[in-house]
């Protein structure tokens, strides 16, 4: 039976808003070298440390091939050590050394839920998408590596302080952005991150470094190339339909010396998914028709990194390094560099690929990883029987490739030089690195963590707190993160990145005086052992009490952990601090010199003084380079000499002793959901559930202020935001050792009010409350005039920033036509900067009389003290009771109107051709029902999405499909981003059209068992258990936070969701009709459209406007939840 109410859905209720933001420049396309710098930068190391087989094994295996050929080798596995782990860790560990040379770590993981979905087994690998390559012929289309989030460390440039307005949630997302994040698995707020499914990682020990000379790059486009098809399974997107279908996803990425693949599904599906995974690196196909796509694409991700302040700094960076070393190599690739002369059909290319793939995919530089609920015998019999096809190409295990030979690789003047930097984004940035040969071997010292951790400490007597008093700084970082360019081979960097105030640019000279300062302070004093006591207690203290990560996350941390540590460190070698060695400290504080340092300087003020006249070749970025003036070294070798104004850290008080755990409660008492309290306090609400399933000694408690003024004007939105800045600034030098001691705290603005969340040990988590409570009762005698002028210099930065992005801009500009109390960018960007120190102290008088008080507590604490800690919060903050009396005003959500309307948004960054185009199509208000059909409809529509517009149109590098719920009123977006130099937005936005009538057929021609499979998927996602308090905790407080208070959503949508095919079945003959859909596009062009909104505030004030959706105006009920 075909199903096609879908169709019908859309016709009935869909009405959408779309959204197109492009550059406003001419459109001609900019001359560039097409050259950049780094490729994918995971979040965790993907740097090895080189060590021969002989470290690991015992005895040699001697594999039966012939010389130089690629063979898959027959022998006996032989069983490594198994990696230490955590007291608390539950997981069951094997470490084997395939015949091949393949080192494999098997995870088995008795956490992870029995329940399955009632699915079709026997819809295999070869009955659903497959097919073999006797079946039939590869011409396929298709799919990539699974899109990558590469930002290069984006908003890592020093200006933390100013994307407080950049981070926070979008609070109508459902997010489920395509191949990076999927479809939500158990609500609106949370993504896949957390589930509990099944996960593989495949470290190949081979980078961006490998790339020869004439194709820079090659190494990336390899990655990319990799999951297009295989020999037995050829059809290019079918391992991503496959994975959708069961509520997976896979990625990819490149560093400098490894390359990492992972994937996650179901459980049920492992297997069939690890057999069609093994195949990409045993028989890729590497066909000549996928390379011509995934070049483009390619080039669409160079493209969007452009404007990344961080890549550019980077690959600038990069260039200091000496001649031909493989530091100065492209490694991102794009159309231009991926082409050889003379072979306009990449008959080469592909032949020079073919040959890298041979010469680097060996299993013997391969490390995998595999976690399920399946024991270890099962795991390893998959492991040996699926992965030990993969051939080797010698008979010795291979030795990976060590460039140590090339020599140190920023031994040049060119290094020693001061530079400035003209960027895109508005900031103040000081950047002092040094390059040090490399640490790797010194992973159980680790000591330029121990470096790190003293320069970047906040506490009394640090550098920060100086730089701060003094108002030239107000954020400070330092260290080295563990990134391929950060940490390799040849070399390690350590890096001191200083936001600067605009009284600390003008007298940067001082302020770098004052790093030398400190730093001949700890040269003096040399290493402190009782430091480093400390610093070894807090890590094993994290360690012992982690929470469980993903285990696609997990999967790929450790498989590049296994190119780095022997194996019993696998798992502890990237975390703990094992052997105090002075020596090896001192050595890299004393080669902290002012004759090794390369200063950077970044700042918008260069753009206006002309001094920039330098150009770097692949990002176009700006600069100038001149050896640092003597004068300079001569005052900071007066300013070492003066008397210091800093101080080690004193023994830390926040550091936890008492690890005992409460009685856990009885489970015929405890609910599943947290329970309202009754505490008989006007305007306070309180939410308790204690831990019946974690049980670690941690708590969470979180606090939402709501408050009318909040949303009164554009200027109090302002002030909201400050306050919540001000108030961190005057805390962090007090309560910084709490957060070094693995304590949380949290102070951000939200839609209607102040959050401050606290969590952690907690043994001391009361003192952490006590000196937030206490500094905000004083917040208007503690506020500083030097201070408060920085802080609105930043945030009117901030959102000048904001606006560079044009996904960030089109989505502010849809809320501020949806949302009657959203108060847009420009709208604030106007009103900060009237803004006094008097208005701050006013605000924040008036807040702290006028709000509600919501709180939810959960973990290691009883019911009386949650009750006790919250009253008490609210108590100390209001301690005259609620002055104001004012009603919070309802949250209402506009209703998008009939018609086609269109928007034009000019980018605030004309050369940047990076653009964007989002079509919104709004359901209406939500119910469960409803809920549950357009969960399926996005699910649906995430594989095709990604498959049509980006790998075989190739709109762009980023296209994906997002389930929204604004407030309470359902609908869900299509989101491409592209290049204004290459598509106009017109033609994107007709290419979504088409995709969506396409689409409407391709429903119309679903099977029921179809259907059916897809919402049996999307039962098991929901399924899954949390896999840590923390993401419990997030989940019960964005109900609080969205108003909802559905604790039991999860279960609401688990029953409505097999509901949905049953409701379907009279709905058969509907399709989805042109002239029943409303169109809204924000373009950046001129068109055939003639029906354009000029005015965002007025569309929004003459729209209709939903009802009020939240009941008792946006506060709870009284009863028990």
Not at 522 to 540: F, M, N, V, Y
Not at 898 to 924: E, M, T, W
Not at 942 to 969: K, S
Not at 992 to 1003: G, H
Request: hydrophobic fraction near 35%.
């Amino acid at each position: 039976m075909q199903r096609n109410y879908y169709s019908l859905l859309i016709q009935r209720f869909i009405r959408p808003l779309k959204f197109s933001c492009m550059s406003a420049s001419s459109g001609k396309r900019k001359v560039k070298n097409p050259r950049i710098s780094k490729v994918s930068l995971p979040t965790v190391p993907l740097v090895q440390k080189k060590r021969k087989f002989a470290e690991f094994v015992e005895n040699p295996i001697i594999m039966d091939k012939a010389e130089g050929e690629k063979k898959s080798c027959i022998g006996k596995v032989v069983y490594l050590a198994n990696p230490v782990k955590s007291q608390n860790d539950k997981k069951e560990y094997r470490t084997l050394l395939l015949p091949n040379g393949m080192r494999v770590l098997l995870i088995s993981d008795p956490n992870i839920s029995e329940t399955e979905p009632d699915l079709d087994s026997s819809k295999g690998v070869d009955n659903m998408a497959y097919s073999s390559a006797e079946e039939e012929e590869s011409e396929a289309e298709g799919s990539d590596e699974e899109g990558e989030n590469d930002d290069c460390g984006e908003e890592e440039d020093g200006s933390e302080g100013e994307t407080d307005e950049e981070s926070e949630p979008d609070p109508d997302s459902t997010e489920s952005n395509g191949r990076d994040s999927g479809l939500t698995r158990k609500s609106k707020q949370l993504s896949k991150d957390g589930e509990r499914m099944a996960a593989a990682a495949l470290c190949v020990n081979i980078g961006s470094f490998s790339d020869p000379p004439d194709l820079p790059g090659l190494a990336h486009f390899l990655e990319h190339m990799v999951f297009m098809g295989s020999k037995k399974y050829p059809i290019e997107n079918a391992f991503d339909e496959f994975l959708k279908t069961y509520g997976g996803s896979s990625n990819a990425s490149t560093d400098y010396e490894t390359t990492t693949f992972e994937f996650e599904i179901h459980q049920r599906y492992f297997h069939q998914a690890l057999a069609i995974f093994a195949e990409f690196f045993a028989s890729p196909l590497l066909l000549p028709c996928s390379m011509k796509r995934e070049k483009e694409a390619i080039d669409s991700e160079f493209q969007m990194a452009l404007p990344s302040d961080s890549c550019r700094k980077q690959q600038l960076f990069a260039s200091l390094a000496k001649d031909g070393h493989p530091m100065t190599n492209f490694t991102w690739g794009n159309s231009s560099t991926l082409n050889l002369a003379g072979d306009p059909e990449g008959v080469k290319l592909n032949q020079r690929l073919r040959l890298f793939w041979q010469e680097h995919y060996t299993a013997d530089r391969m490390t995998l990883v595999l976690q399920s609920k399946h024991d270890l015998n099962q795991l390893e019999e998959w492991a040996t029987s699926i992965f030990q096809g993969i051939p080797s190409i010698s008979d010795q295990p291979a030795i990976p490739p060590s460039f140590k030979e090339l020599g140190f690789p920023f031994d040049t003047l060119r290094f020693k030089r001061v530079i400035k930097i003209v960027p895109v984004k508005d900031v103040h940035q000081l950047c002092l690195s040094w390059a040090l040969p490399s640490q790797l071997e010194h992973y159980r010292v680790k000591p330029l963590g121990y470096i790190s951790w003293l320069i970047g400490h906040e506490g009394r007597g640090s550098l920060l707190a100086y730089l701060r008093q003094k108002v030239w700084a107000l954020d400070l970082a330092s260290g080295n993160d563990e990134s391929g360019s950060d940490h390799n081979s040849t070399y390690a960097l350590f890096s001191i990145n200083i936001s600067l105030t605009e009284r600390g640019m003008a007298e940067i000279e001082q302020v770098i005086g004052a790093v030398f300062q400190y730093i001949n302070m700890l040269k003096i004093q040399g290493p402190d052992e009782r430091i480093w006591r400390e610093i070894q207690t807090i890590e094993d203290l994290s360690f012992r009490y982690a929470e469980d990560s993903p285990p696609v996350e997990n999967v790929e941390a450790l498989s590049e952990h296994m190119h780095k540590y022997s194996p019993v460190d696998y798992i502890t070698g990237d975390t703990l601090v094992f052997d105090f060695y002075p020596d090896v400290i001192s050595k890299c504080i004393n080669a902290l010199q002012m004759d090794n340092v390369n200063i950077m300087i970044l700042s918008k003020d260069f753009e206006s003084l002309n001094i920039c006249n330098q150009v770097e070749p692949w990002f176009q970025t700006r600069y100038e380079a001149k050896d640092i003036p003597d004068e300079w070294k001569q005052k900071w070798s007066k300013i070492v000499e003066e008397e210091s104004p800093f101080a080690i850290p004193d023994p830390n008080p926040f550091l936890a002793s008492d690890f005992s755990l409460l009685e856990p409660p009885s489970a015929t008492t405890v609910s599943s959901v947290p329970a309202k309290v009754d505490c008989f306090e006007s305007g306070f609400f309180l939410w308790y559930r204690p831990d019946s399933k974690f049980r670690i000694p941690k708590a969470v408690l979180n606090f939402y202020l709501v408050t009318p003024i909040a949303v009164d004007s554009a200027r109090n939105a302002v002030l909201l935001e400050l306050l919540a800045k001000m108030l961190k600034h005057q805390l962090m030098e007090k309560v910084y050792d709490a957060l070094v001691a693995q304590l949380e705290l949290t102070i951000h603005h939200y839609d209607r009010g102040l959050v401050i969340k606290v969590s952690g040990f907690n043994h001391k988590l009361h003192l952490l409350i006590s000196a937030v409570v206490e500094q905000f009762v004083k917040f208007e005698q503690n506020v500083v005039v030097e201070v408060f002028d920085a802080l609105r210099g930043q945030q009117e930065k901030a959102y000048r920033n904001f606006c560079i992005k044009p996904t960030k801009l089109v989505t502010d500009a849809r809320l501020a036509l949806l949302h009657t109390t959203h108060w847009s960018i420009l709208e604030k960007s106007e009103a900060v900067k009237s803004l006094t120190l008097n208005d701050l102290k006013l605000f924040s008088t008036r807040l702290k009389e006028s709000f509600d008080l919501k709180c939810l507590v959960q973990g290691n604490y009883s019911k009386e003290q949650a009750l006790e800690v919250a009253l008490d919060f609210k108590t100390k903050l209001q301690e005259k009771g609620r002055l104001d009396d004012h009603a919070l005003p309802p949250i209402r959500i506009c209703q998008v109107p009939l018609g086609n309307k269109y928007c034009r948004i000019a980018s605030f960054h004309p050369s940047d051709f990076n653009s964007v185009a989002v079509s919104y199509y709004q359901v209406g208000p939500t119910n469960m029902r409803q809920t549950a059909v357009m969960e399926i409809l996005v699910n649906l529509m995430e594989e095709p999405v990604f498959d049509i517009l980006r790998t075989r149109e190739q709109l762009g590098y980023n296209v994906y499909a997002t389930l929204r719920n604004t407030f309470g009123v359902l609908g869900f977006s299509i989101t491409v981003d592209f290049q204004a130099d290459k598509f106009s937005a017109s033609h994107v936005d007709e290419r979504i059209e088409a995709f969506l009538n396409q689409f409407n057929l391709n429903l119309k021609a679903m099977t029921e068992d179809d259907l059916q499979t897809r919402v049996q998927s999307l039962i098991k996602l929901k399924q899954v258990p949390d896999v840590s308090l923390d993401e419990e905790v997030s989940r019960n407080w964005n109900e609080i936070l969205s108003e909802e208070y559905l604790f039991d959503r999860l279960q609401q949508e688990i029953e409505q969701l097999p509901l949905v095919i049953g409701n379907s079945k009279q709905n058969e003959d509907h399709s989805l009709e042109e002239d029943s859909k409303t169109k809204l596009r924000f373009l950046a062009e001129d068109g055939k459209e003639v029906d354009f909104i000029h005015d965002l505030s007025e569309l929004r004030r003459t729209s209709v406007i939903f009802p009020p959706l939240k009941t008792f105006n946006g506060l709870p009920p009284t009863a028990n939840v």
